[in-house]
């Protein structure tokens, strides 16, 4: 191979555009007992690349099964979500039945308060006739 365009294909790797072809010419060319001196700097880079492609790994390697954890996530909102809403509305009816209740009672006592208004005012008129009776009595003890 001329050693130009060994230069020229070696300049071209660096740069990242070489082809696969001229990538195995220049695997060929430093594979090689005669390199020129200034390239013999490259050579074993390439020789490592040739080295490592026959490389194989051998060992074993355990695949675990994967565990689709977004499904069990869905289930769990939708769980969450149901509980949610069913709760919601429990609450909802429950403090709606406290405000009946609590407006019942409301109403239940102002009743009571106007009855004893009422009752109050009937008293408070007797008590007027018992004034008027002492002031009667008075003017009547104090002529004899």
């Known amino acids: 191979m001329e050693l130009g365009n060994i230069e020229k294909i070696l300049e071209k790797y660096f740069e990242a555009s070489t082809t696969v072809a001229e990538e195995r010419t220049l695997r060929e060319y430093f594979a ?55 709760f919601g509305n429990e609450y909802q009816e429950s403090k709606r039945l406290e405000q009946e209740q609590a407006q019942l009672a409301y109403q239940e006592t102002k009743k009571a308060f106007e009855l004893l208004a009422e009752n109050f005012s009937k008293g408070t008129e007797k008590v007027a006739y018992l004034k008027e009776f002492e002031e009667t009595k008075q003017k009547i003890y104090n002529n004899n």
């Open 32 to 86: 090689q007992d005669s390199v020129a001196p200034h390239l013999e700097q490259y050579r074993p880079m390439f020789n490592y690349f040739s080295i490592a492609k026959e490389e194989k790994y051998t060992k074993q390697v355990p695949l675990k099964p994967r565990v689709n954890y977004y499904k069990w996530l869905s289930v769990a909102a939708a769980v969450v979500l149901t509980f949610g809403i069913y």
